[in-house]
């Protein structure tokens, strides 16, 4: 059974570096033809795809969060990040990471239980 675990601090200030780590146990990053991905969802709206990172390490991003978005892993750990820069208040929501079988939106087959993320001064 994969688990996924998002970790992260919930508050962030304005204009710095959203960063959080999502932790993968009972599988690898790296098993063939799996998309490692960062969800989120503002309050009151719907679920926003921000980007994947395949088993082979390319990387795919929302083109409308592509300047400020990257995606990283750390093999040895199984585990990927997410950076997200120059966050604003709209930047506030509940960040999830899933495992899928594309990249980009699709049908996640495992989910982490979400981590609030909200970015006030």
């Known amino acids: 059974q994969v688990q996924l675990q998002e970790s992260g601090p919930g508050l962030v200030k304005p204009s710095q570096t959203l960063n959080l780590t999502c932790t993968v146990s009972?599988?690898?990053?790296?098993?063939?033809?799996?998309?490692w991905s960062w969800l989120r969802q503002p309050p009151g709206k719907g679920l926003e795809w921000i980007g994947s990172i395949a088993y082979s390490g390319s990387t795919y991003y929302s083109p409308s969060l592509k300047s400020r978005t990257s995606i990283s892993r750390d093999t040895s750990k199984n585990q990927f990040t997410l950076q997200l820069s120059s966050v604003t208040p709209e930047d506030t929501a509940m960040y999830y990471c899933t495992r899928g079988l594309v990249a980009g939106p699709n049908d996640y087959d495992y989910w982490g239980q979400g981590t609030q993320v909200t970015v006030s001064s």
């Open positions: 009972g599988g690898s990053i790296t098993t063939d033809n799996c998309y």
